[in-house]
């Protein structure tokens, strides 16, 4: 099983940035893809990022242009966010699929970490 860690959520004013960082440890036979995704308060949770097996980036209309999704290894990922308004403050998520690398679809994860805060201030 693996287990995802996930940090680096504060509170900001609007404009500012944020990295956040999820570790993945634990031991899987097959090969694991990455992807974050964010839950505001009364809302769904949303697919923000996700990286295929290729490497490439897919993302949501709402964050594209302004978060960016990279992995320093198969068991770290980052998620640099600039230019953060308020819509952006969630809880966020970092998930790994067996399966289907890239999607931004929750329900293709099987592995969740516990969340970080990211509050964005007017």
């Known amino acids: 099983d693996l287990q995802l860690v996930e940090s680096g959520g504060d509170s900001v004013q609007a404009g500012g940035s944020l990295r956040l960082s999820c570790k993945a440890s634990g031991h899987t036979f097959r090969p694991y893809y990455m992807g974050w995704f964010r839950q505001a308060s009364w809302e769904a949770r949303e697919g923000i990022a996700a990286?295929?097996?290729?490497?490439?980036a897919s993302y949501a209309d709402s964050v594209k242009g302004r978060f960016t999704i990279s992995k320093d290894s198969d068991n770290l990922v980052y998620l640099q966010m600039n230019s953060l308004e308020p819509d952006d403050t969630a809880l966020y998520f970092c998930a790994a699929t067996h399966w289907f690398s890239g999607s931004l679809g929750k329900n293709d994860y099987s592995y969740w970490g516990q969340g970080t805060q990211v509050t964005v201030s007017p």
């Open positions: 990286l295929d097996n290729t490497g490439n």
